[in-house]
């Protein structure tokens, strides 16, 4: 594992653009801070996040670009060129779970079937299961995981979140990650997992050591975090200590 989290590490020869580029998809004027979150656990560990809300967010985001430093803020009629260019597509952050949402999910699955998509939150509970994307890893915690059963689904990989982390295709468990701890059910912690399963991706190109890497990264930092604080940490404090562990870890022999 340890080796393979090294691979996060840029070479000291690259260039800008040359470690990563991801796109989000997310917030909503219900929760706006949520793609937030994905965002500055991304942003740590890829050269370029870029980021495009919903459509009922978008003037939203407008009059909040100044919170969003470590990213560009993408205007929707530009999004299909930025979904070219990004490596990894994270979308579902702070969506809500809306017919307009749908609509908005189901038109870029379509539109771009072989990208590579992690869908989180509210994406992953209005997509239409009949398009997921050949490439897709979905991050569901057990009551979301509930729509995925009996469907046909393909070679989709699941990081199902729980105590036990559980990485799962074809109905088939490959993975469990264990670690982490009771501060890591706050709110916005599994947005901070998306962005970092993202992230990864983009520099380990295989769907299940991504997903493992980015569940052991993030169940390591809540342990991290218990050291000091116990249990009294939110999603703030885990997208800040996530490189911080990760550093740890890679830096160990």
């Known amino acids: 594992?340890?080796?393979?989290?090294?691979?996060?590490?840029?070479?000291?020869?690259?260039?800008?653009?040359?470690?990563?580029?991801?796109?989000i998809i997310g917030g909503s004027e219900l929760f706006h801070a949520a793609s937030k979150w994905s965002l500055d656990v991304a942003s740590r560990f890829?050269?370029?996040v870029f980021y495009a809300s919903t459509p009922e967010n978008n003037e939203l985001v407008k009059k909040n670009k100044g919170e969003?430093?470590?990213?560009?803020?993408?205007?929707?009629?530009?999004?299909?060129?930025?979904?070219?260019?990004?490596?990894v597509v994270l979308m579902?952050?702070?969506?809500?779970?809306?017919?307009?949402t749908k609509l908005w999910v189901d038109k870029l699955l379509k539109e771009y079937p072989d990208k590579k998509w992690v869908l989180d939150a509210g994406a992953l509970q209005v997509?239409?299961?009949?398009?997921?994307p050949k490439r897709a890893i979905?991050?569901?915690?057990?009551?979301e995981m509930e729509r995925f059963k009996g469907a046909k689904v393909g070679e989709q990989v699941f990081l199902l979140k729980g105590v036990v982390d559980k990485i799962i295709q074809n109905g088939e468990i490959r993975e469990e990650i264990r670690g982490g701890n009771a501060g890591m059910t706050k709110g916005g912690t599994g947005d901070c997992l998306a962005g970092l399963v993202a992230a990864v991706w983009t520099k380990i190109d295989d769907e299940i050591e991504a997903a493992k890497?980015?569940?052991?990264?993030?169940?390591?930092?809540g342990d991290d975090l218990y050291q000091g604080v116990g249990t009294f940490f939110n999603a703030s404090d885990?997208?800040?200590?996530?490189?911080?562990?990760?550093?740890?870890?890679?830096?160990?022999?």
Request: glycine share 6%; with cysteine.
């Open 1 to 23: 594992m340890i080796k393979q989290i090294k691979k996060l590490i840029p070479r000291e020869d690259s260039h800008k653009g040359q470690n990563g580029k991801i796109l």
């Open 46 to 48: 890829v050269d370029m």
């Open 68 to 87: 969003f430093w470590n990213g560009i803020v993408v205007n929707q009629e530009m999004i299909g060129d930025y979904i070219k260019e990004a490596e």
């Open 92 to 100: 579902g952050p702070g969506m809500t779970r809306d017919e307009k």
């Open 127 to 132: 997509a239409d299961l009949e398009i997921l």
């Open 138 to 143: 979905l991050t569901p915690h057990e009551r």
């Open 213 to 221: 890497v980015a569940s052991t990264i993030c169940k390591a930092a």
């Open 238 to 253: 885990l997208a800040a200590a996530i490189p911080k562990t990760a550093w740890r870890l890679a830096s160990s022999d």
